[in-house]
């Protein structure tokens, strides 16, 4: 019998670590090659780790709610045949102390942060990641700035969210010597102190959950970055309504995926941007940064009551079927927990249904780096006034108002409303000839 270990594998570009969530086995459990045997997360997605061997797991290294670095060993299983990715008896037979990596592990995450950092100038009193280091000098930020960026990460450590931000925002900061009051913090502290929020006899005190902090933490700082405009529209959707409804058995049996009204409000989304490319912009300091391809986030509602926004890429280049097969694919994964890292990355534009939950409109909050986002809301049945050419008559409609919020340090009334008007003018005018 052999020792294999069980490494916490690579989760993508910037992801160094995780935290788990809840063991699947137990210490003694016998597992199978390609089990999921661990629920992780990080700042960006949860998702399950399996084993590449089967065994019997012999030790857990990390319990629930502790922290493993990529590559470090997370637990230790007995395996058949000769010594591979073995450790020694003694160190499968020490305290439940979490084990740390072997010298092969730790020269394979070292070295890639020796050379992040052989070409700076940075001191060793920062821990920076290869990532955020890399920012840092593309951006000439010096080590004195570095030192005044609040980090969120573990033990207070910069994240790529936190010097990205601070990057947005570093245009408008006051230039400061060595000696002189640090720049604002990425995170302004209120002008006035939190009053305390007082509990009375029958409360229940709910500790949030790690997603639920991330979700609060990223709402303060999109608000707090972004001056946001919303600009509303009533947009009559009798004609997708009707399509969809001819069309949704006949895809199903074909495809078999649901029909969704979300594929369609995305083309119509896809539409306007190619119309608006300036609506599909990040802020970097004082630039503007046009992005290329279009990304779409979907927010989607986890089971839990949080929130999480996969990424259909490249959304311009799928047709509406396409768009159909992403978009079933994605809010499968998230509300089973299957999405990777990858899956929650590089959103350039943001749609969110609040009318799923029969809301008529909302005022979203824009994610960063984004600037706008838009809102669907529910689709009601009301009397409406139509012109024909024997003149005006009342009849019922499917009805849908949209909201637009904007962030107004790039985007004008005029190109953030004339954005949503060409959304409605695509769904209004929706043509019941359209393929599915």
Do not use: C
């Not at 990532?131 to 080590?143: D, G, P, R």
């Not at 949209?402 to 008007?421: N, Q």
Request: glycine share 6%; proline share 6%; aromatic share 4%.
């Amino acid at each position: 019998m052999a020792e294999y270990k069980l490494l916490l594998p690579s989760m993508g570009e910037g992801v160094m670590e995780a935290t788990v969530i809840a063991w699947l086995f137990n210490e003694g459990d016998t597992v199978k090659e390609d089990d999921s045997v661990v629920e992780i997360a990080t700042d960006k997605v949860d998702s399950d780790v399996p084993t590449p061997v089967s065994g019997k797991i012999v030790k857990i290294l990390k319990q629930k709610d502790e922290v493993a670095k990529v590559g470090e060993a997370i637990a230790i299983l007995e395996i058949e045949g000769e010594s591979g990715n073995t450790v020694s008896e003694n160190t499968a037979s020490e305290t439940p102390a979490p084990a740390t990596p072997d010298s092969e592990t730790l020269k394979t995450i070292e070295e890639p942060l020796k050379a992040a950092a052989s070409n700076t100038e940075y001191s060793g009193d920062l821990y920076l990641s290869p990532l955020v280091k890399s920012i840092a000098q593309q951006e000439n930020i010096s080590e004195s700035e570095l030192k005044t960026i609040k980090g969120s990460g573990l033990e207070g450590r910069i994240t790529k969210e936190n010097i990205l931000a601070y990057v947005a925002n570093r245009g408008s900061q006051p230039q400061v010597t060595q000696q002189a009051v640090p720049v604002q913090q990425t995170t302004p502290q209120p002008s006035t102190p939190v009053t305390p929020v007082q509990v009375a006899a029958g409360d229940e005190i709910i500790p949030m959950d790690r997603m639920r902090k991330i979700i609060a933490e990223n709402m303060v700082k999109a608000k707090q970055i972004a001056p946001h405009v919303t600009s509303f529209i009533e947009t009559d959707v009798t004609n997708v309504v009707k399509w969809r409804a001819k069309h949704k058995d006949i895809f199903e049996k074909r495809e078999g995926e649901k029909l969704t009204f979300m594929p369609i409000f995305v083309k119509a989304i896809v539409k306007a941007i190619q119309d608006y490319p300036m609506i599909n912009v990040s802020v970097n300091g004082e630039n503007i940064i046009k992005k290329k391809n279009i990304n779409i986030g979907m927010a989607t509602a986890l089971p839990d009551g949080n929130l999480i926004v996969p990424v259909i890429k490249n959304a311009d280049q799928l047709s509406l079927s396409g768009l159909a097969k992403a978009i079933n694919d994605l809010a499968y994964r998230a509300r089973n927990k299957k999405l990777r890292p990858e899956d929650t990355q590089g959103a350039t534009y943001t749609i969110s249904n609040v009318g799923s939950f029969g809301n008529l409109m909302g005022t979203p909050i824009i994610p960063q780096p984004q600037v706008a986002i838009l809102a669907i809301g529910a689709i009601v049945k009301k009397p409406a006034v139509l012109e024909t050419k024997d003149g005006d008559v009342i009849a019922i409609r499917q009805l849908m108002f949209m909201s637009h919020s904007y962030d107004h340090r790039v985007v004008d009334g005029s190109l953030g409303g004339m954005f949503l008007k060409h959304v409605h003018d695509y769904l209004q005018n929706w043509d019941m000839n359209t393929e599915i």
